[in-house]
């Protein structure tokens, strides 16, 4: 069963950075997607960054410009680097990789808290 183990998270005011990791127990050639999605309290989980195994990424609007996903192969880790953080960003990070063959996994999640 592929794993995929998360960190970074933490406590950060405003404005500052954070750079979660999440590194995968399986070689990541055989990924589709990559990608971080976060769930604030009593907000439905959403895509905040994702990155296809041909390198091409995408962001929600709202980290657009702030957020920067990239992959490391050799690694087998897929990082979010976050800047400009606002207290909205708050919320648990999920990592999740679609792989080749149609099956998906999650991580267990990492809290980011941006204080005002």
């Known amino acids: 069963q592929v794993q995929l183990v998360e960190s970074g998270g933490g406590l950060v005011q405003a404005g500052g950075s954070l750079r979660l990791s999440c590194a995968a127990t399986?070689?990541?050639?055989?990924?589709?997607?990559m990608a971080w999605y976060r769930q604030a309290p009593e907000k439905q989980r959403e895509l905040v960054a994702g990155?296809?195994?041909?390198?091409?990424?995408n962001y929600a609007d709202s980290v657009k410009g702030r957020f920067t996903i990239s992959r490391d192969n050799a690694k087998n880790t897929v990082r979010l680097q976050m800047n400009s953080l606002k207290p909205e960003d708050t919320g648990i990070y999920y990592c999740?990789?679609?792989?080749?063959?149609?099956?998906?996994?999650w991580g267990q999640g990492t809290q980011v808290t941006v204080s005002s």
């Open positions: 990155i296809t195994n041909a390198g091409s990424t």
């Open positions: 999740h990789v679609l792989w080749s063959g149609g099956f998906e996994s």
């Open positions: 399986r070689n990541i050639f055989s990924s589709v997607v």
